[in-house]
């Protein structure tokens, strides 16, 4: 059995980096994920005016309850989608200009529906050429709250960055939502909230949101679970391997585990006790029909196995993937069918059919983190595999070529 320690989650880092700039104190996060998008949003919070220290499996921030510490300042969010939705957000409830831009990846990402529920909010966002794209650049003078309704079919952090900035507008904020895409991101971000001291309640499609403002404290980030998903899937693929990733287990905040029970529907052995998570494989991989809409981030790691499975793997309901850091869907698609494996897809599925991906064959990454990731396993069982921008990984996990390297050449 191989351990891995896989690092920490990203989106709990940049959930915490938000509520612990915005806490009365200084909060301290044991074991940051150090990577690309979080070096990035913590150059934006110090560019805001907080203070940010770090060390070695620690960062230090010293929460602004009123909001940042400069009243004008430009900040650039590069590839991140946390920093590029969330710091505008938390720039809202302080007082001052600040414009904000990102890379010419981000910046096709969309932002629309926050955009307007902000605006909805007395919030003055101005958008400097595309509207509901970067750049854009918030005229801050507080946040007074409400009631509005949010379409979060098309990311979840246009309402995670509302419902982290309820408690620091003057009277509270209900939020009802019409759509809603990765529901578990959403529940990660209530219950580190509550961690920070707010008052959030949930009220069918409305969630209600109390004026408490935040309180610092020590808080731990448990591993990334879609990191995690590289090893558990590789682990499922190659005979007599096992994987036991520590500090996922039954209490993790993060619904990508719930990737493990895609792999025990595939045939894969798969035990989750209080600690860690394990997966061994059983020799087969059995084909699937699987709804990914909570979980939508690890459907290229399924993708990458897919062709190793008995039967057609056909996964549903992923139309939001289309405008994550590329449009995720075609990327697998097209990637498979140059490793000679035959797929169809529709507006928000894909289905795989069984064969043997052959090489050599350069993969395109489209600079997406989790394409480079997600084909390491296929190059598994696929020799000749290249990619042509290996280094993305650095957005998520900058050691990953190492690591995964060493974990394939254990027996």
Not at 155 to 165: E, F, G, I, P, V
Not at 205 to 211: E, F
Not at 216 to 227: L, V
Not at 402 to 410: D, E
Request: charged share 20%.
């Amino acid at each position: 059995m191989t351990v891995i320690d896989i690092p920490g989650s990203k989106s709990v880092t940049a959930r915490a980096l938000f509520l612990a700039a915005a806490a009365e104190g200084t909060t301290t996060l044991l074991r940051p994920l150090v990577s690309d998008d979080t070096e990035g949003f913590a150059e934006g919070l110090r560019a805001l005016g907080y203070a940010v220290r770090k060390e070695p499996g620690a960062w230090h921030i010293e929460g602004r309850p009123a909001g940042p510490g400069v009243s004008d300042t430009d900040v650039y969010c590069r590839d991140g989608a946390t920093t590029a939705r969330f710091l505008p957000t938390l720039a809202a409830a302080g007082h001052g200009t600040f414009r904000f831009d990102a890379s010419p990846q981000m910046r096709r990402r969309p932002l629309g529906p926050l955009s307007t529920a902000l605006r909805e909010l007395g919030v003055d966002l101005r958008h400097g050429e595309k509207d509901g794209h970067h750049p854009l650049a918030v005229h801050a003078d507080g946040v007074k709250g409400g009631a509005l309704t949010l379409d979060a079919g098309q990311s979840s952090q246009y309402l995670t960055a509302l419902l982290m900035l309820g408690p620091l507008t003057a009277e509270g904020l209900d939020i009802t939502v019409t759509d809603l895409v990765s529901e578990p991101y959403v529940e990660i971000t209530l219950a580190m909230m509550r961690d920070f001291g707010a008052e959030v309640t949930r009220e069918g499609r409305t969630y209600r949101v109390a004026p408490t403002g935040y309180r610092a404290r020590t808080y731990g980030i448990e591993p990334d679970a879609s990191t995690a998903s590289y090893f558990f899937a590789a682990a499922a693929l190659e005979p007599g391997r096992s994987v036991t990733v520590p500090g996922l287990g039954t209490g993790a905040l993060q619904g990508d585990l719930a990737f493990v029970d895609v792999l025990r529907r595939m045939g894969a052995d798969v035990e989750v006790t209080a600690g860690a998570t394990t997966v061994r494989s059983t020799g087969t991989l059995r084909g699937l029909t699987v709804n990914m809409r909570d979980i939508s981030d690890t459907m290229p790691t399924l993708a990458a196995i897919a062709p190793f499975a008995d039967g057609p793997v056909r996964i549903e309901d992923v139309a939001n993937i289309r405008v994550k850091e590329c449009d995720r869907l075609d990327a697998c698609a097209e990637n498979l069918r140059r490793l000679g494996v035959t797929v169809e897809t529709g507006p928000d599925w894909i289905e795989i059919h069984p064969g043997t991906p052959a090489g050599p064959a350069e993969i395109a990454t489209h600079g997406d983190h989790r394409i480079v990731m997600s084909f390491a396993v296929t190059a598994l069982r696929t020799p000749g595999i290249a990619f042509d921008d290996p280094g993305c990984v650095k957005k998520t996990f900058p050691d990953f070529h190492r690591v995964f390297g060493a974990f394939a050449r254990t027996p």
